[in-house]
């Protein structure tokens, strides 16, 4: 009947139109209870439930949050957010009426925008980590704390270069030499972030001339594929995949997965690596700010910490967090990770993307 | 001449028909338009004031639209015979061979991708932009396939012998028969198939960005980059917009072909899957098969031989390591809860998605407008759904008055499902409701059955197979969904295809070997679900 | 306003049909009496079968159709008493012979029992007798069109509609079950519309014949 189907049509564009005004003004928040605020001087347990908002990369053992809840008295909640970007997404769409107490997973290639965005309440953890002499080398952000890290560096696969008599490159410009000719295989930087920092590394290490790297690097048989499991599951030549590039890009993590009958099968190379980092932080609209500080000093807390290598194959910043032997054994670091500010990072880092996406793939 | 008097009108033979809209529009309304008009409204006041990359998103429209319809052609050249045989013959195996094709259909975008691609790294053509391209059109036919099967096939089967073997005693040969005859009748169902085929093309997003090596841009990956990475929302929006504009105008043009080519009425009931006759029979459907089977078995079988193929050997270590109980990943999870909470999940949205597509088939056959809720409800499906998972995290995440929140009661990724699994169920469903001949309920409501009687007893058991494979395909949705799910899961309790991803995400042969074998996992479940809700006799328990 | 006065049986005032701009029929106005049986004939596109569909209520029409005067407008279709035969039988594919017939009594609420004994008497009255367990897929031509004059007769319609019943059948059984059916109906009295485009047939069965072209009724 005619009155029933604009009854219906006209519930519907009113409830859309009503729920579209909504969403513009400020919404209520996800957390729930609050816990006792901090006032100053006060030892009052922090009670309550805080809510962490990170990536969908976050992994972390029930056992070591159990741990943490019972001896807090904490209830701590997890929600992801789609990958990195998405990330920043929500907090910069949410930030009037913010879904999270702590944010966790912001790397150092958003991490300015975020910072400027005011939608952080800056902290200073009195945990040891917070101050340790890995701490203090990282790049820092306003009103992010760094709670782990990682090195992208090139890997190579050693039987493929002992195989065929060939001494393995080492550094950024050995990669041109014509007897590297089609052995090299990265990852798109607007797709992948570990892409995006091995081009903010070519561009932190030869400044202006990282055009002409890149070019010459093309020039030398570059692939270029869209993600990091692309290029390390099917391009790489390690015994474990089969592919037919010996040289990846990768993480200084990623030799102990390829570690066969006690012999490492692939090396990073520690001259090509970038410093990714990872920080966490307070949001401001929070009403639990003890909760959630006493979460970010969970983070940095060696229980945590030493969590991570397993979980997220990333370094902790904590000195005295116990790292697995096979890391110790076949992951070292970089002794001098190239490095740029996240300042510096956020400012130019679409030109360079845009740039790079002309020369490469254009 | 005209009819003079005041027109009076018995009522409709189903009087609350647009009523049965209010549930499924009510449903869409909050769990996609919602969502994307927020996030599109957000975006739009980003863009003021900053410049737009026209160009860029110009060319990213022409690839999706070539892209899209190239599939969708080849989907069809290659689906169409493969529904014929697995719909029109009864041979032993075909019962089988339908729910193997559905299996495409749920595999995780990302692992497709990358097994496509370990396929084709050896050959050259495959590192260039044409080739890369060929690559996409491939995956496609291997996704979507099973959608052209399972819209086109129950109708296909339903349809009434005797005008073609009129045609045929007439001289017509068998094609021409076919031709003149059933395909003015199918048309309808392939129009639809095709539609949601296209869709799925356009709004491919995995598939493009691992395939094309990130240089190949639709609007789909566009808008990810741009929101996701170059954190411009404006532009995504605006792509947004243009996306919307794009697969709203390819369903008005599809809903104009139908509209064209009511069908005919030719349901008979009784499926009329015949034997095949003789060596020719057989030989017709091996050759209406084999396309298919090539597209299909290659990738596939390469998942399983990878899934196998250990250090030690061919072994099922992996499978062993995956349900060993322990966490993955350093997901607090194990494959089987994941896989458990995978299945709870596709039971659920068939469930939901599969009533309320009812309710939106049976207005969109009933009404005389009715064509737009179902053109309305086919939207989310060409959608980016990073457009709609960023705009479900501005405004469903929310706490309601009273302490309930969706996302503690873990209903957001069950809502996306069905958001998705909705159009799909409806389509399948659509036809069938299409094809039974409006006088066999005029018959019924002459005998005393009042609409709700009429539908209960004359209608259900006619589109009661179709029904069931809605609800299978709607599982199977359910069971393979990725994009939206990445946004709404919540870490510790993941889905089957989001543990995939993150098995993938980590080195080392171990994690590469479980994400193959948790793929052939989700595989054997799928078929599971397909081979339960084609089984005809389950279509009986329904009633 | 329900009288129940004005004439018994079947009066169409002034009814007039339309499908967009298309006129089906126009002004038509017919009455027929308790037990008449009323041939409509015409060309193809002349206006029968809409004609029926207005009466049976399953599309819209404007002027007045009454049943022993009381004017049936918004009376659903399942509550006419209208019965309606179309040409191909249109038999519930999914149900037997027996079941098909007994489809209205089942709407009726008649007890099982009593059913049984209607399906029985009518497959009898039909020529039916032992087919009641066939599904209709299995049937002839013929057999079908018995199965559905059976399940309209079964609930004992008021007026009962054959659009084209026979067209679809060879001469000679045309011929055939077109007496049949004279005489199942006149022994019932069951007050018919016949629709067809051959005239012959229209004296044969009917009592009485009127021609429809153009959407205009005319007596002959």
């Known amino acids: 009947m005619r009155t029933a189907r604009m009854l219906v049509t006209t519930s519907f564009i009113v409830a859309v139109t009503a729920l579209s005004a909504c969403s513009a003004s400020s919404p209520s928040r996800v957390s729930a209870s609050p816990g006792v605020s901090a006032s100053p001087g006060a030892t009052a347990r922090p009670t309550g439930t805080v809510t962490v908002l990170t990536h969908d990369s976050f992994a972390i053992p029930d056992a070591t949050v159990k741990k943490f809840e019972q001896a807090s008295g904490l209830t701590v909640k997890f929600v992801a957010a789609g990958d990195g970007g998405a990330l920043v997404n929500q907090l910069v769409l949410t930030k009037d009426a913010p879904l999270a107490d702590v944010v966790y997973g912001i790397d150092n290639t958003f991490a300015s925008r975020v910072g400027d965005a005011g939608i952080l309440l800056p902290y200073a953890s009195p945990a040891p980590a917070a101050s340790s002499k890995i701490s203090a080398g990282l790049p820092a952000t306003k009103g992010l704390t760094a709670i782990d890290f990682s090195d992208v560096c090139l890997n190579v696969d050693l039987t493929y270069f002992a195989s065929h008599d060939l001494a393995a490159p080492k550094t950024l410009d050995d990669l041109l030499d014509p007897k590297y000719r089609d052995m090299v295989s990265v990852t798109n930087p607007a797709t992948s972030s570990p892409g995006l920092a091995f081009l903010l590394e070519t561009v932190a290490a030869k400044g202006d001339g990282w055009k002409d790297y890149w070019t010459a690097l093309k020039a030398n048989g570059l692939r270029v594929t869209s993600s990091w499991s692309d290029t390390y599951f099917v391009d790489f030549s390690a015994p474990n995949y089969g592919g037919d590039r010996p040289i990846v890009l990768s993480y200084a993590s990623s030799p102990p997965s390829e570690v066969i009958d006690g012999k490492p099968t692939t090396a990073a190379l520690l001259d090509t690596c970038f410093r990714q980092v990872e920080y966490a932080g307070i949001l401001k609209g929070t009403d639990n700010v003890a909760g959630a500080q006493a979460v970010v000093d969970w983070m940095l807390s060696d229980d945590f910490q030493s969590e991570m290598p397993n979980s997220m194959y990333v370094y902790p910043v904590s000195d005295t967090a116990s790292i697995p032997q096979e890391w110790l054994d076949y992951a070292p670091l970089s002794p001098k990770p190239w490095s740029m500010s996240p300042t510096e990072i956020t400012t130019r880092r679409d030109d360079l993307v845009k740039e790079w996406t002309g020369l490469v793939l254009g | ?543 | 306003m329900t009288t129940h006065e004005g004439p018994p049986g079947l009066t169409l005032t002034d009814v007039g049909v339309r499908y967009g701009d298309v006129v089906a029929v126009d002004g038509a106005t017919l009455t027929v009496d308790v037990g008449e049986i009323v041939a409509v004939t015409g060309p193809s596109g002349g206006g029968k079968s809409s004609l029926l569909s207005a009466i049976a209520g399953i599309v819209a029409y404007t002027g007045r159709i009454a049943w022993n005067g009381e004017d049936l407008a918004n009376v659903p279709v399942h509550r006419r008493g209208v019965g309606l035969v179309f040409q191909d039988g249109q038999l519930f594919p999914h149900r037997s012979v027996a079941r098909n017939i007994e489809f209205g009594l089942e709407m009726a609420k008649v007890p099982a029992a009593r059913r049984r004994e209607v399906v029985t008497e009518l497959l009898d009255l039909t020529g039916l007798t032992g087919l009641g367990d066939r599904p209709p897929t299995e049937l002839s031509g013929g057999q079908r069109q018995r199965v559905a004059l059976a399940r309209s007769l079964a609930v004992s319609p008021r007026v009962l509609l054959l659009d084209e019943p026979l067209s679809s059948l060879d001469a000679s059984l045309r011929d055939r079950l077109g007496t049949e059916i004279r005489d199942i109906l006149k022994a019932r009295g069951t007050t018919t519309i016949l629709v067809t485009h051959d005239e012959a047939e229209a004296e044969r069965i009917a009592t009485r014949v009127v021609r429809i072209d153009g959407g205009i009724l005319r007596p002959l």
């Not at chain 2, 998103?57 to 319809?69: C, G, I």
């Not at chain 2, 069905?418 to 409006?438: E, H, K, Q, S």
């Not at chain 2, 309790?493 to 070997?513: K, M, S």
């Open chain 2, 1 to 543: 001449m005209t009819a003079r008097g005041i027109a009076r009108r018995p009522p409709r033979l189903s009087i609350e028909s647009w009523w049965l809209g209010v549930a499924p529009l009510a449903f869409l309304a909050v769990f996609f338009v919602w969502p994307t008009t927020a996030l599109i409204a957000r975006g739009l006041g980003d863009a003021v004031g900053s410049s737009l990359p026209w160009s860029r998103m110009a060319s990213a429209a022409l690839t999706t639209l070539t892209l899209s319809t190239v599939g969708t052609v080849l989907t069809l050249a290659i689906g169409l015979p493969a529904a014929w045989a697995l719909f029109r013959r009864h041979w032993m195996g075909a019962r089988f061979a339908t729910a193997l094709a559905t299996v495409p259909f749920v595999l995780p975008t990302i692992v497709v991708a990358t097994a496509f691609r370990a396929l084709t790294r050896g050959m050259h053509f495959a590192d260039t932009k044409p080739g890369m391209l060929a690559t996409i059109v491939a995956a496609f036919v291997f996704f979507n396939v099973a959608v052209v099967v399972r819209v086109v096939g129950p109708v296909w089967a339903q349809l009434d012998d005797r005008q073609f073997w009129a045609a045929r005693t007439l001289g017509a040969s068998s094609f021409r028969a076919a031709m003149n005859v059933q395909l003015p009748a199918l048309t309808p169902a392939i129009v639809a198939a095709a539609a949601t085929v296209w869709l799925f093309c356009s709004s491919s997003f995995g598939v493009v960005i691992v395939l094309g090596g990130g240089s190949v841009a639709t609007i789909d990956t566009e808008i990810w980059l741009q929101a996701n990475r170059f954190l411009d929302l404006g532009a995504a929006a605006f792509l947004g917009i243009a996306q919307i504009l794009v697969v709203a105008s390819t369903l008005l043009v599809a809903s104009l072909l139908r509209g064209r080519l009511r069908g005919s009425g030719l349901s008979r009931g009784a499926a009329q899957a015949k034997r095949p006759s003789g060596p020719r029979g057989v030989f017709a459907i091996v050759a209406a098969l084999s396309p298919a089977f090539v597209v299909f078995a290659v990738p596939l079988s390469a998942l399983v031989w990878r899934s196998v193929r250990t250090r030690n050997g061919i072994g099922l270590d992996y499978y062993a390591r995956l349900f060993d109980g322990h966490e993955l990943a350093g997901v607090a999870s194990s494959a089987a809860s994941a896989a458990g909470r995978s299945l709870t999940i596709a039971v659920v949205t068939a469930t939901v998605a599969t009533t309320l597509a009812l309710a939106v088939a049976l207005v969109a056959t009933r009404r005389r407008r009715g064509g737009w809720l179902h053109i309305g409800v086919l939207l989310p499906l060409g959608v980016s759904s990073v457009v709609v998972g960023l705009g479900s995290l501005l405004t469903l995440t929310r706490r309601l008055p009273g302490g309930f929140s969706l996302v503690d009661a873990d209903l957001l990724v069950p809502a996306a499902h069905i958001v998705v699994a909705l159009p799909l169920a409806a389509t399948v469903i659509a036809p069938a409701l299409r094809a039974v001949d409006p006088r066999l309920r005029a018959a019924a409501a002459t005998l005393g059955a009042s609409p709700t009687r009429v539908f209960a007893l004359v209608e259900w058991p006619l589109i009661r197979r179709s029904v069931a494979m809605a609800a299978g395909i709607a599982a199977a949705v359910s069971l393979g969904e990725f994009g939206a799910t990445t946004f709404l899961v919540r870490p510790g309790a993941p889905t089957l295809p989001t543990l995939i991803f993150h098995l993938l995400g980590r080195p080392g042969a171990e994690n590469l070997g479980m994400a193959f074998a948790a793929c052939v996992v989700l595989a054997v479940m799928t078929l599971a679900v397909a081979m339960v809700s084609d089984n005809p006799r389950a279509g009986r328990m329904m009633t």
